[in-house]
């Protein structure tokens, strides 16, 4: 049986946000955290997944940049 799976969908456009890592520490991997007027959410990651976040944003922004 596989991992239940969860979307979350939260709608930042026209938002003022702010974004973060907080390191990890012994015990706990670290956090990115967006926060804004909707609250906050946090993802709990290793370096490599908050390094394949980070490649998908800056992949969706040079293509967008490419395209105009």
Not at 2 to 30: C, F, M, Q, W
């Amino acid at each position: 049986m596989g991992k239940p799976s969860t979307a979350i969908a939260v709608d930042l456009t026209n938002e003022s946000v702010e974004a973060s890592v907080r390191p990890a520490l012994h015990y706990t991997p670290a956090v990115l955290s967006v926060s804004g007027k909707f609250g906050s959410v946090e993802l709990l990651a290793d370096d490599e997944q908050l390094a394949l976040i980070g490649d998908a944003i800056n992949q969706h922004l040079r293509a967008k940049e490419q395209s105009a």
